[in-house]
């Protein structure tokens, strides 16, 4: 009994201070992918070290308590877990909201849902239920990535239950292999549930789904629980070798995060695999003698770590914020945004610190007694006094004023050390009602800014509404061909003659360069041809525009086969396709193939910030050199890239003037053809 109860005491007060600098790292990468996705699309990987480190971290706990006291106290594991999540979160939210207000209200459309949910950490399951639009892409979503804290959320209100009946009806030596098989039943959920051409939202953002990383931390918390309890110590060959393995780990993750994508190289696989190279890498760093303890515990990568949670609520809706206050930057001063979405992250979340973490969590710390579930506490239970107490911040660990009022009517009044306790706490009263009146001013501000932005809050962004008028304009012309389709089949001797002028009038294109116009030109298009629409019928009268908002590259065939059918497809042909997925060279031969002989191709590149887009540009331009004779480019991503400012508020779609722009680029590109090929 006496070395149990040793032994449990010795694991309590064991603490594991290179967690901080793994979270740091892991937040390196996910703010690094959301910042700057093509640079590092595999940074995402960040969220699954970050899961299994909460993991091992939540785990350690509840079993530490479990063998100092028994069992677990739920009622203050969950009101600790509550006050370290919710608040922050919270105060964030009603912020983002009031600054929507203030700088673009694009940033508002789906708020008061997305606001709900995140404040009830349900937003995983919001995105999923609501489905992943595409008009998600046409405007700004703020709160987005709060479906990591949901996430965790959800998994820590089961987490201690799980531990407890575990710990009660698994024999110990098995216990350690029940969450390494709901892991692992996890991780193949996630990969039989996966489809390439589907939207990955259900699996990423699902708890059954994303939970492996959490389960396998607690694992591997348990097992080191065993190990600890039965005072055995790691075998003296192993012991050197585990610094060079969490080494190797350390160089494998990041070296997923330049190769894996949001494809099955993730979902199949890679996410699983970073959660058990985050187990190697604990493991070979929780040594005090190990040089990875060292790299770990280096100060400013363990201050990341330690904020962590407010970096990563702030960064990314000052991220949004900042390219819609600063649209000019989004080309060439990008750096410049990034730069100022890091530094005013690091204030916001000190302030959240000062104002709102900080406080809560000394209250938590000064009522540790009253948070107990046993029947004779009659203290004021810890929740109301968390919410009757929340403005009094960190007075909770300050001395009464009396103790003051003693020490300055002490005998001895001039003792240095009287006098210093004195000041001290003088000061200590200054700073408590400085931070009294900067919380509820900003509270007060930013919920009243909260509650008129929820309520003033757009269904649809300018750019969605734009769009839908022109795909409606669209489809009345779509629908016009359809009833027409039977005239012109009557008519099809008529077309055939027609076909043999037109070859040879367009012999003689090269002397009439300037009256070129739309028709002889067709379009099939995605959403930014759709915005394009009206430049493009202006600059070009006649033409034929198929598009629609979300379409793919491999809708393509199928689009040009009906047009063709119809008698709408021109010898110019424009080919849009490269906004939502990734396009290949054999993407763009079905669709040539698809139209048959007598055509010109011009594929049109993409612009955007999706990882996706320069694979699909490069394809393009590496068709347009091996089919010379039929095939050019029209870059719009340089053209528009020269003028980001003339983008809508996503960074994706052309404003008015970005319209003519897009329309003059694609008129350019036949000309320059026809030039080239005096045709």
């Not at 030596?173 to 892991?183: D, G, K, N, Q, Y």
């Not at 530094?343 to 000190?350: D, E, T, V």
């Amino acid at each position: 009994m006496e070395t149990q109860a040793q032994s449990a005491r010795q694991t309590a007060s064991t603490r594991y201070r290179c967690m901080d600098g793994i979270k740091g790292v892991a937040l390196i990468g996910i703010m690094w992918y959301h910042l700057s996705a093509s640079t590092l699309h595999g940074g995402f990987i960040g969220v699954d070290m970050f899961f299994t480190v909460s993991g091992f971290l939540l785990g350690t706990g509840l079993l530490r308590e479990i063998a100092r006291d028994g069992r677990i106290d739920l009622r203050r594991f969950y009101l600790r877990r509550l006050v370290r999540l919710w608040p922050a979160m919270a105060f964030m939210v009603i912020a983002v909201v009031s600054l929507g207000l203030l700088i673009d209200r694009d940033l508002l459309v789906g708020i008061p849902g997305a606001s709900l949910a995140a404040l009830t950490f349900s937003s995983n399951w919001q995105a999923i239920v609501s489905g992943s639009s595409y008009f998600a892409l046409t405007s700004p979503q703020p709160l987005r990535h709060l479906w990591f804290v949901a996430l965790l959320a959800q998994v820590t209100l089961i987490l201690p239950l799980f531990v407890v009946a575990v710990h009660k009806f698994v024999p110990q030596r098995v216990r350690v292999v029940v969450p390494i098989t709901l892991a692992l039943v996890s991780a193949i959920l996630m990969g039989v549930l996966y489809k390439p051409d589907a939207d990955p939202t259900r699996v990423y953002f699902g708890t059954d789904t994303h939970c492996f990383g959490i389960l396998f931390g607690l694992a591997l918390a348990w097992a080191i629980h065993d190990i600890k309890q039965h005072e055995m110590t790691m075998p003296e060959r192993i012991r050197p070798i585990m610094p060079w393995l969490a080494t190797g780990a350390l160089l494998v993750l990041f070296a997923l995060t330049l190769h894996v994508d949001q494809d099955a190289s993730a979902f199949r696989g890679g996410l699983f695999a970073a959660a058990l190279l985050t187990i190697v890498l604990i493991c070979g760093s929780i040594q005090p003698d190990s040089w990875m303890n060292e790299l770990f515990t280096w100060r400013p990568l363990a201050l990341l770590g330690r904020y962590s949670y407010g970096v990563y609520l702030w960064h990314w809706p000052l991220f949004v914020m900042f390219q819609l206050l600063l649209p000019g930057w989004r080309g060439r001063g990008m750096w410049l945004i990034w730069t100022l979405t890091l530094i005013a992250s690091g204030c916001m979340a000190a302030l959240s610190w000062w104002m709102i973490e900080q406080p809560f969590s000394m209250l938590i710390r000064n009522n540790r007694g009253t948070a107990s579930i046993a029947p004779h506490d009659q203290a004021v239970p810890a929740a109301s006094r968390v919410a009757s107490s929340a403005l009094d911040g960190a007075s909770v660990s300050f001395q009464p004023l009396a103790e003051a009022h003693a020490l300055d009517t002490a005998s001895d009044v001039h003792n240095p050390q009287q006098v210093a306790a004195s000041s001290a706490l003088v000061s200590s009263r200054a700073s408590v009602i400085l931070r009294r009146i900067v919380t509820v001013v900003v509270t007060v501000a930013a919920i009243i800014g909260f509650v008129f932005g929820v309520h003033v809050a757009p269904a649809k962004s300018r750019i969605q509404i734009e769009l839908e008028r022109n795909q409606g304009v669209l489809n009345s012309q779509a629908d016009k061909r359809a009833s027409d389709a039977q005239a012109a089949k009557a008519a099809a001797e008529a077309k055939k003659r027609a076909e043999e002028a037109a070859r040879k009038r367009e012999q003689a294109i090269q002397k009439a360069l300037s009256n070129l116009d739309g028709k002889q030109v067709s379009v099939v298009g995605d959403s930014v041809t759709v915005g394009a629409s009206p430049a493009l019928s202006k600059l070009l009268p006649g033409i034929v525009v198929d598009a629609q908002v979300s379409r793919s590259i491999l809708k393509g065939p199928e689009v040009v086969s009906t047009l063709k059918a119809q008698g709408q497809l021109r010898k110019y042909v424009v080919v849009s396709l490269n906004t939502n997925s990734q396009s290949t060279t054999q993407d763009f031969d079905d669709i040539v193939n698809a139209a048959g002989d007598g055509h010109v191709f011009i594929l049109v590149t993409a612009y955007g910030d999706r990882s996706w887009i320069p694979p699909a540009n490069q394809a393009a331009f590496d068709y347009a050199s091996m089919h010379a004779g039929n095939v050019t480019v029209a870059d719009w991503n340089a053209a528009i890239g020269a003028h980001p400012e003339l983008l809508g508020s996503d960074g994706i779609h052309p404003g008015v003037e970005g319209q003519e722009l897009y329309a003059q680029t694609v008129k350019n590109a036949i000309a320059g053809w026809i030039a080239d090929h005096g045709v």
